[in-house]
């Protein structure tokens, strides 16, 4: 089984609709969760973190994390065709280690 | 805003000769790390640098693999003996000593291997 597993797409939505993007992992010491878009060709860029269960917000961005689960999401509200692009999701645990486990990427298209 | 810079962009290397990537991290961070993304497949860690040394490196960081900070802005990977297999988008990573899961990563070096 895959530490983090990430449904590749790609994933095609109308401009404006509300985006859901999930992870799911098998590593129980994985404490912090990232969510990192990347476009074409650039390196990934942070969107958010959060740590343990929980939701958090950011504008139009909610991360939302079940550790009972394993299960963490990355709802995008309004969405615009700017946010086309790959979305990976992140984790490390809390053990000092720094490394970021990544999982595949899923292909988002906002469609206008 | 600070970015994590990296050059070349693109660099194009023959079977068994020696490749040096460079980064210039975020001016006041701390932590250093390179990752790569073979073509389709996801991000892996390679190494964890702080304080001059060696934090943490990957399984697939062997023997053909270096880092350094030479100075107070660079920080590079040197990979001895290239292979085909080494042909890969290679990212830096910087992180402060204050923000512990903000890791910024660079635009990427396009290793190709031929």
């Known amino acids: 089984q895959k530490e983090v597993e990430q449904d590749p797409g790609p994933l095609s939505v109308p401009e404006g609709a509300i985006v859901s993007l999930n992870c799911t992992y098998s590593?129980?010491?994985?404490?912090?969760f990232m969510w990192y878009r990347q476009y074409s060709r650039k390196g990934p860029e942070l969107l958010m973190y959060?740590?343990?269960?929980g939701n958090k917000e950011d504008g139009r961005f909610t991360a939302q994390v079940d550790k009972s689960s394993k299960y963490i999401s990355l709802f995008i509200r309004d969405s615009q065709p700017s946010d086309s692009a790959t979305y990976l999701c992140a984790m490390r645990d809390n053990f000092g280690n720094e490394k970021l486990t990544f999982g595949t990427g899923t292909r988002l298209t906002i469609i206008p | 805003e600070p970015e994590v810079t990296q050059t070349p962009s693109h660099q194009v290397t023959q079977m068994g000769q020696e490749v040096i990537l460079r980064c210039v991290p975020i001016?006041?961070?701390?932590?250093f790390y390179w990752y790569r993304q073979i073509l389709g497949q996801k991000v892996e860690f390679l190494v964890s640098f702080y304080n001059n040394e060696i934090s943490e490196k990957s399984e697939i960081f062997d023997d053909q693999f270096s880092v350094e900070r030479p100075d107070g802005s660079n920080f590079t990977l040197k990979i001895r003996s290239t292979k085909l297999e080494d042909s890969a988008m290679y990212f830096c990573a910087s992180q402060s000593g204050t923000s512990w899961n903000e890791q910024y990563f660079g635009p990427g070096t396009r290793l190709t291997v031929t």
């Open positions: 959060t740590y343990s269960s």
């Open positions: 001016s006041n961070h701390l932590y």
């Open positions: 590593n129980s010491a994985f404490q912090y």
